[in-house]
């Protein structure tokens, strides 16, 4: 096991703190001057809710935002908006194949029906939801930067798969990636991009989930905020994978990820990572009186065996000791209990939409086929009862359906940003 990092990780607080800071640099500076984990593209996150409330859903507004742009298509209006095609009425989608060739793609990209703006072949929003009454799909999704150790929200997403989109286009070959972008001003610096191979795209493999392109956000259109009018959403993906204020797809022969998150040294196609995540703590319990811990844990790429618990105590009352392999070493991990599925899921999802409807739900009995579902997040607690007065310090963490205790297998921050949490508090 890895050790906790020296000073901790950094609170929820602590970490609006640091965005906002990074948010008020241009781009440049900040890739330059952030830490190799921060988020280049942050933006100030607004206050957080309390860490004590956890609804199973995010508020489309509650959502944290990390989105680029200046200024951030969200604060488009007016003329503006409709230039952009960001409004219900003027949102298109074009379909395009990528002519490049170069020293390692000998053939070009070909698409029998390109949809463009130039041919008024471009889809718009009525027909995309024309599609969906079809093939639509819903799914409830865990949002997680891949560089914030803090889930950003849980969203109820509703769509057409991209494979049923991209059948709009014919007969396409030399296509190896689908590459996809939002709405970016004409400055090339803003462009944000992703992709997916080619099998990703139209493949699911049985008990996995479709990308899709949503329009629905907990039973509502997609905000702007949120991405609307049309967001991607890639189910096993971390957040920069799921594109907001969609509107390219470009079919390619280029077999490299060209993803805008590549340029900030993550791994492209790393998937969700199973983590488990701390809520803050008062600094100081009465003795006698039990501690109640918890947080949000995600069931991401290699499902969720367990969350657990570990608890030191700090010498004497001194400032803590530094962390390391051998200041955990030997501390029993200890299980954690699981908020299990809500006993009525009417109650948690919107009024037209039957759990059964829902992919990750038996469309029998309306239940959740594996729990937590895979790719979202449930809440997690334990106590710690019989404290003696003195310095103590918490971690938690998730053991995915292999075993690896967080952050194993992944030590390498920039394929999922998973250290162990950890908060110290005084019983007094
Ligand atoms: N067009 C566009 N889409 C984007 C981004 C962006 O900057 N521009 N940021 C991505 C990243 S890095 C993350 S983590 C998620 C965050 O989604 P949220 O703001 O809805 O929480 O959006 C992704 N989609
Ligand atoms: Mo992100």
Redesign the pocket.
């Known amino acids: 096991m890895k050790p906790p990092p020296a000073t901790g990780p950094l609170t929820r607080r602590e970490f609006v703190r640091s965005t906002s800071a990074l948010a008020a640099s241009a781009l440049a500076s900040r890739l330059a001057a952030a830490p190799p984990d921060a ?1 280049p ?1 942050s933006s100030p996150i607004p206050a957080a809710p309390p860490a004590d409330t956890h609804p199973f859903l995010t508020p489309a507004a509650d ?7 200046n200024p951030k ?1 969200f604060t488009l209006t007016g003329d503006a908006l409709t230039a952009a095609r960001l409004t219900p009425a003027t949102w298109r989608l074009e379909v395009t194949a990528d002519p490049t060739v170069d020293a390692v793609v000998k053939f070009p990209a070909s698409v029998a029906r390109p949809l463009t703006l130039a041919d008024g072949t471009a889809l718009d929003l009525p027909a995309l939801e024309d599609l969906g009454r079809k093939k639509g799909v819903r799914f409830i999704k865990a ?6 150790p803090t889930p ?2 849980q969203g109820l997403w509703e769509g057409v798969p991209l494979r049923d989109v991209l059948a709009l286009c014919g007969t396409i070959s030399n296509v190896r990636r689908i590459c996809y ?4 001003t004409n400055d090339p610096e803003q462009l ?1 991009r992703s992709s997916l191979s080619y099998s990703q795209a139209m493949e699911t493999p049985p008990g996995d989930l479709p990308p899709f392109l949503a329009y629905r956000l907990n039973g509502e259109p997609i905000p702007l905020l ?2 609307g009018p049309v ?1 991607m959403v890639i189910p096993w993906a ?3 994978k ?5 509107q390219h797809l470009s079919l390619t022969n280029d077999f490299r990820a060209n993803d805008t ?1 590549a340029i900030a040294n993550n791994d492209t196609e790393s998937p969700l990572k199973t983590a488990a995540y701390l809520d803050d703590l008062a600094k100081r319990y009465p003795a006698g009186q039990s501690v109640s811990i918890g947080g949000l844990v995600i069931s991401g790429w290699s499902g969720l065996k367990r969350v657990e618990y570990g608890l030191r105590r700090l010498e004497n009352g001194a400032p803590a000791s530094p962390d390391g392999d051998a200041a955990w070493n030997g501390i029993p991990w200890q299980p954690c209990r699981i908020a299990p599925p809500p006993a009525d899921w009417r109650r948690i999802l919107p009024k037209d939409v039957p759990a059964r409807d829902v992919l990750g739900f038996d469309a029998q009995t309306g239940q959740p086929s594996t729990w937590p579902l895979r790719y979202s997040m449930v809440t997690w607690s334990a106590t710690l009862k019989d404290l003696a007065p003195g310095h103590y310090e918490v971690g938690a963490r998730a053991v995915d359906l292999n075993g690896f205790a967080q952050p194993e297998p992944r030590p390498v921050q920039k394929a999922g940003r998973n250290p162990i949490q950890t908060a110290r508090f005084e019983i007094a």
């Not at 959502?63 to 742009?69: A, M, N, T, W």
């Not at 972008?181 to 970016?184: A, D, K, P, R």
């Open positions: 988020d593209f959502f944290e935002d990390v989105s680029r742009g298509p949002m997680q930067c891949l560089n914030i950003l929200g972008w939002g709405f970016h944000f949120r991405g967001r971390h957040g920069f799921s594109v907001k204020w969609l998150y």
